[in-house]
């Protein structure tokens, strides 16, 4: 079955055997050196000053980021599910908030953002999701922060790239707190999110209130383990080591096709080669998202969002239920939407080093199952038109 869900996405081979190697204690000079590198790595991915692992899921970031950098009161942005969580957090912990909510196939703009600021000067911080994975939407996030800024300097952004990180570049000149997790572009099991921090952010953290940043979640904790290239408390240490080995092959993309980064060997990460094949993979993820739309579309298939995320493809049909379930049928799994437009979506993965003709598959496995159920006829003209796309070949070429 292949697996084409939004996360968790397929575990390449070589980093499943990364993690099969016997376990490391955590507190051990051979491990440090491990953690080392998956700071660098982490580090020249977010393009920020400061970052954490933690032995979480996303959400336990976003609870962890809330409430340690929000001091007086929440902004929240609700386009799907997730930002929803923002909200939800907010209450769990009483801290004040204010919503902008908009229906899940739109995103909010930076003007409504703005004006919710100067109609309150209690807000300290803005929260928010790069990408809003219960519909496919993306949010134009660099923008917001980079407007919010200017209207107030010393304004809090905390963006939930789950679902973005590792897929396109992002731009984190305005952002405080950037939140990701293992189980999406970085193939790996769920179990560990991450979290990138801008100066802004540590200094707010340096001056935390101790009842805000708790025990477990603590920053300040973290930081001055991590910091040594170690852990305040037991780390995921088979999701480190995977982590290390899915730089070590993001890095052989910089001069080598992805059919032999997946198999390259182990090599000590470089600060210039990663990012030269983070360049690699953000084109391939590209080309391969923009594909599949040319495909969908020649299938008379529609987006569901009007700013759809690079991370999936959001298909709104009335039969989606029914596509899913053939598509099973011929061995590929892909999702629902999420609750009230559970049935009435289904979503593509993009995330992680798909390969051409995995992604090709799906797109005929679609096809077959729209024929199946009776709802277009079967020409292969998805198929084809994927492959031109993907490959850059003209048509009659």
Same mark, same amino acid.
């Given at each position: 079955?292949?697996?084409?869900?939004?996360?968790?996405?397929?575990?390449?081979?070589?980093?499943?055997?990364?993690?099969?190697?016997?376990?490391?204690?955590?507190?051990?000079?051979?491990?440090?050196? &491990?953690?080392?590198?998956? $700071?660098?790595?982490?580090?020249? +991915?977010?393009?920020?000053?400061?970052?954490? +692992?933690?032995?979480?899921?996303?959400?336990?970031?976003?609870?962890? %980021?809330?409430?340690?950098?929000?001091?007086?009161?929440?902004?929240?942005?609700?386009?799907?599910?997730?930002?929803?969580?923002?909200?939800?957090?907010?209450?769990?912990?009483?801290?004040?908030?204010?919503?902008?909510? $908009? #229906?899940? /196939?739109?995103?909010?703009?930076?003007? #409504?953002?703005?004006?919710?600021?100067?109609?309150?000067?209690?807000?300290?911080?803005?929260?928010?999701?790069?990408?809003?994975?219960?519909?496919?939407?993306?949010? /134009?996030?660099?923008? !917001?922060?980079?407007?919010?800024?200017?209207?107030?300097?010393d304004i809090i952004i905390i963006a939930d790239a789950i679902?973005?990180?590792?897929?396109?570049?992002?731009?984190?000149?305005? &952002?405080?707190?950037?939140?990701?997790?293992?189980?999406?572009?970085?193939?790996?099991?769920?179990?560990?999110?991450?979290?990138?921090?801008?100066?802004?952010?540590?200094?707010?953290?340096? $001056?935390?209130?101790?009842? $805000?940043?708790?025990?477990?979640?603590?920053?300040?904790?973290?930081?001055?383990?991590?910091?040594?290239?170690?852990?305040?408390?037991?780390?995921?240490?088979?999701?480190?080591?995977?982590?290390?080995?899915?730089? #070590?092959?993001?890095?052989?993309?910089? /001069?080598?096709?992805?059919?032999?980064?997946?198999?390259?060997?182990?090599?000590?990460?470089?600060?210039?080669?990663?990012?030269?094949?983070?360049?690699?993979?953000?084109?391939?993820?590209?080309?391969?998202?923009? %594909?599949?739309?040319?495909?969908?579309?020649?299938?008379?298939?529609?987006?569901?969002?009007?700013?759809?995320?690079?991370? +999936?493809?959001?298909?709104?049909?009335?039969?989606?239920?029914?596509?899913?379930?053939?598509?099973?049928?011929?061995?590929?799994?892909?999702?629902?939407?999420?609750?009230?437009?559970?049935?009435? !979506?289904?979503?593509?993965?993009? +995330?992680?080093?798909?390969?051409?003709?995995?992604?090709?598959?799906? !797109?005929?496995?679609?096809?077959?199952?729209? %024929?199946?159920?009776?709802?277009?006829?079967? /020409?292969?003209?998805?198929?084809?038109?994927?492959?031109?796309?993907?490959?850059?070949?003209?048509?009659?070429?």
């Amino acid at each position: 079955m292949l697996l084409f869900t939004p996360g968790p996405t397929p575990t390449p081979e070589s980093i499943r055997q990364s993690m099969a190697t016997p376990t490391l204690h955590h507190r051990t000079p051979e491990f440090e050196s &491990i953690f080392a590198q998956a $700071r660098l790595g982490l580090k020249v +991915m977010l393009g920020m000053p400061e970052v954490l +692992m933690l032995a979480s899921s996303g959400t336990g970031a976003m609870e962890a %980021a809330l409430t340690q950098l929000c001091k007086s009161k929440l902004l929240s942005i609700s386009c799907g599910k997730f930002g929803q969580r923002w909200g939800k957090i907010a209450q769990a912990h009483a801290i004040p908030h204010t919503e902008i909510a $908009r #229906e899940w /196939d739109t995103p909010v703009s930076a003007q #409504e953002i703005l004006e919710a600021l100067r109609a309150d000067e209690s807000i300290d911080t803005i929260a928010l999701q790069v990408c809003e994975s219960a519909g496919g939407l993306r949010l /134009d996030v660099e923008s !917001i922060a980079r407007e919010a800024k200017a209207l107030n300097r010393d304004i809090i952004i905390i963006a939930d790239a789950i679902t973005a990180m590792g897929v396109e570049p992002i731009d984190t000149t305005h &952002i405080d707190a950037l939140i990701g997790g293992s189980q999406k572009a970085c193939m790996l099991p769920p179990g560990m999110s991450i979290i990138g921090l801008s100066q802004m952010a540590l200094g707010r953290i340096e $001056r935390s209130a101790p009842w $805000r940043a708790g025990l477990y979640f603590s920053f300040a904790q973290e930081l001055k383990n991590q910091r040594k290239n170690t852990t305040a408390w037991t780390a995921p240490t088979t999701l480190i080591i995977g982590l290390v080995r899915y730089f #070590e092959i993001i890095q052989a993309l910089a /001069d080598s096709p992805l059919e032999s980064a997946l198999l390259t060997p182990s090599a000590p990460l470089d600060e210039k080669r990663l990012e030269q094949g983070f360049q690699a993979a953000y084109a391939h993820t590209k080309a391969l998202a923009l %594909a599949t739309r040319e495909a969908l579309a020649a299938l008379s298939l529609s987006l569901y969002p009007k700013s759809p995320a690079l991370a +999936m493809s959001a298909i709104a049909h009335a039969e989606s239920a029914s596509i899913r379930k053939a598509m099973k049928g011929f061995g590929v799994n892909v999702a629902a939407g999420q609750d009230h437009i559970k049935d009435s !979506i289904f979503r593509i993965n993009h +995330m992680g080093l798909i390969q051409a003709y995995e992604a090709s598959f799906v !797109i005929n496995a679609l096809e077959l199952s729209l %024929a199946k159920l009776n709802l277009r006829s079967f /020409d292969g003209r998805g198929g084809a038109v994927f492959l031109r796309a993907f490959y850059g070949i003209e048509k009659g070429a």
